[in-house]
């Protein structure tokens, strides 16, 4: 990397934290602001870096070489307006976290519609175990590394590979991973056709001597090899490929047992201590991938028995004072919630319980039929109020919409703004060996926490 200084305007974000402790580890000067003093602004203090809280354009000037933000960050943004002044570059943070994967030789991108941090975490604690010393970006915290980044000293870098705003199109994979393809942030791509034609792009990106691994299982995900040079590897659980789970089984608790098969021969049997099906095939598109790399694979089997997941992917968090199972995840697509509600119904149980955050106006609208129908497979359903998330409020829809969508399936359905009214209502209604889960991506585990808290409280 040719710059010498480089400084990061909203680095306080989980993905820009990680950037900017990578790019120090290659010699560069990292400078940065942020509006918040928040839980990563307070780690990179910590490791020495630099970092103004609030709009500090008088700390732009002509020894900055390049100036890098977040997709928040607008044009009027006073850093930004004087960069422009001094004619200092500026680049967003996809596009230069996709120069930064120009420094390794084996990039691994993990990509899908769901279930990208949970691969992550997996492909990352057995990079780890092997003593390949990855660089890793995952967008959210693993148990595994104590974080969502880790600078390391291989030629190795594991990224996570969102399609959002076509972010991943500026990476640069050897080896890519989609997980599965669903029809999500549809107010960028427009059209499921495009979220395709996405995916097929990123594929594209794999050189001739790279791989793609595809969800066999998967019918949206067929098209992605469409016109691709890298070498394709499939791994499925209910059609022929590649690798494929055979035996499979789940235990009182959700967790999944396979045996892997390899070209016709069982290579390996895998026993997971985290819950659902979707953990199956995050778990067997690891070994492809780990075995294509060439790691051994009883430290791969090792390595997977142990893992533990990612902070808010149907994590259980403890019980309540009334002895009901609290659970909390990250799903905020129906096809997500789809798998969430798949992982409850594994753990034994008396009712089901979904406490859901609905996420942005324009993705309830989007799929409020599809958000209702998967909902109301739960015994019971507990709404709070949308949570906006980067909108505002002007798409016209509102709880209360999807509340009479799912009555037309389940009475059961509670809405509540006040989230004191909510705990109280939870507390009065929960029983032994009902299984509650908090879904959405925005802060609905909070409130989950607090059931888990008071019981502790309390007893």
């Not at 590897?233 to 022929?240: G, L, R, S, V």
């Not at 055979?246 to 070209?263: A, E, K, L």
């Not at 016709?264 to 778990?283: F, K, M, P, Q, R």
């Not at 926490?449 to 008071?454: E, I, P, R």
Request: proline residues 2%.
């Amino acid at each position: 990397m040719n710059y010498k200084k480089i400084h990061m305007i909203g680095i306080g974000g989980s993905s820009m934290s990680g950037v900017a402790e990578i790019t120090a580890s290659l010699g560069v000067t990292v400078t940065g602001s942020d509006m918040e003093e928040t839980y990563y602004v307070t780690k990179l203090l910590d490791k020495g870096f630099n970092i103004n809280v609030g709009h500090h354009p008088e700390v732009i000037d002509n020894s900055i070489d390049l100036i890098v933000y977040s997709a928040a960050i607008q044009e009027d943004d006073p850093e930004r307006v004087k960069a422009r002044e001094l004619n200092i570059p500026q680049m967003e943070r996809a596009e230069f976290l996709g120069l930064l994967t120009k420094s390794y030789n084996n990039v691994i991108c993990i990509a899908g519609t769901h279930g990208k941090s949970t691969t992550s975490g997996m492909i990352t604690k057995c990079f780890v175990d092997a003593n390949l010393d990855p660089t890793v970006q995952i967008g959210a915290t693993s148990f595994e590394i104590g974080g969502n980044n880790k600078v390391g000293t291989s030629d190795v870098f594991i990224l996570e590979s969102c399609e959002y705003h076509d972010s991943y199109l500026h990476f640069n994979p050897k080896y890519a991973i989609v997980l599965n393809v669903d029809a999500d942030h549809l107010e960028y791509f427009g059209s499921f056709d495009n979220v395709k034609k996405s995916f097929n792009n990123f594929c594209k990106l794999v050189p001739k001597d790279g791989y793609i691994f595809q969800n066999a299982d998967d019918e949206n995900s067929k098209h992605i090899v469409d016109n691709t040079i890298a070498n394709v590897i499939t791994f499925a659980k209910n059609t022929e490929a590649t690798y494929r789970a055979d035996n499979c089984n789940f235990d009182t608790d959700g967790h999944p047992s396979f045996d892997v098969i390899y070209n016709n021969e069982v290579i390996t049997h895998i026993d997971l201590a985290v819950t659902g099906e979707h953990n199956l095939y995050d778990a067997l598109a690891t070994v492809a991938v780990c075995n294509t790399y060439g790691l051994d694979l009883n430290k791969v089997k090792t390595s997977l028995s142990s893992y533990r997941g990612v902070h808010r992917r149907f994590e259980f968090l403890g019980l309540t004072k009334s002895g009901a199972k609290v659970y909390d995840d990250y799903a905020h697509h129906p096809a997500e919630i789809a798998t969430t509600l798949y992982s409850v119904n594994t753990v034994k149980h008396n009712q089901t319980w979904a406490l859901h955050q609905p996420f942005t106006y324009t993705r309830t609208k989007d799929h409020l039929e599809e958000f209702a129908d998967v909902l109301s497979g739960f015994d019971n359903i507990v709404l709070t109020d949308i949570y906006a998330g980067r909108e505002k409020d002007i798409y016209n829809i509102k709880t209360e919409d999807l509340v009479c969508k799912i009555k037309e399936i389940n009475p059961n359905v509670y809405h509540f703004s006040n989230v004191d009214e909510l705990i109280a209502f939870l507390d009065n209604n929960l029983k032994e060996n009902d299984v509650i889960c908090s879904i959405g991506c925005g802060p609905v585990d909070k409130i989950s926490q607090k059931l888990v808290n008071k019981s502790k409280c309390e007893c």
